[in-house]
């Protein structure tokens, strides 16, 4: 699992490269999009399954998207701080860039230490 995380790790920093989304594919055969903006994890269908990952500590929060709650969406919003899902004890802070790119910090991780990817 932990070589996993890093590959998607790796993939995210590749994808911000590229300035696409990212398909990655797992392990046990599900396919996984690094999400780059609000607008791709708004659109997530309902019943898909949302993470937020943290690369450095291997933290990983985990949703099913449902139509009435877009919890998922709190990860996107510049104003507020998530704990991170891993051990660190840090806090997730997202920030836009100038080309409307989602990046994510984490405080005591670093910057581009975290993303978001959905089950697809």
């Known amino acids: ?43 997530i269908p309902p019943g898909k399954t949302f993470a937020m990952i943290c690369g450095k500590c291997k933290g990983v929060w985990m949703t099913i998207v449902r139509k009435a709650s877009k919890e998922h969406l709190s990860w996107f919003d510049s104003s507020q701080w998530q ?5 660190c004890k840090g806090l997730i802070h997202s920030k836009e860039t ?7 910090l984490c405080s005591h991780c670093g910057e581009h230490s975290a993303f978001a990817c959905c089950g697809s």
Do not use: D, W
């Open 1 to 43: 699992m932990h070589k996993g995380l890093f590959f998607l790790f790796f993939l995210y920093f590749l994808s911000s490269t590229i300035g696409q989304s990212t398909i990655v594919q797992t392990s046990k055969g599900e396919r996984l999009t690094i999400l780059n903006s609000y607008e791709e994890a708004k659109a």
């Open 83 to 87: 704990n991170c899902p891993g051990l």
């Open 98 to 104: 100038k080309t409307h790119k989602q990046l994510f």
